[in-house]
C-alpha cells in the first residue's frame, strides 16, 4: 500500500463517512447548510 496519503487522511475519511451515513443534523452541527458546503468547507 502507498504512504502517499493525505496528512489529514483519517479524519477525512470520517468526514466522508458522516456524510454518507447522517441526516442534516450531522452537518448543521458545524454550521453548515448544505452537504456540499461541508463537504467543501465553504
Given at each position: 500500500?502507498?504512504?502517499?496519503k493525505h496528512e489529514n487522511y483519517e479524519l477525512l475519511n470520517l468526514i466522508g463517512y458522516g456524510l454518507a451515513?447522517?441526516?442534516m443534523d450531522f452537518v448543521n452541527e458545524f454550521g453548515f447548510k448544505t452537504k456540499t458546503a461541508f463537504g467543501t468547507c465553504q
Open positions: 500500500m502507498s504512504d502517499n451515513k447522517f441526516d
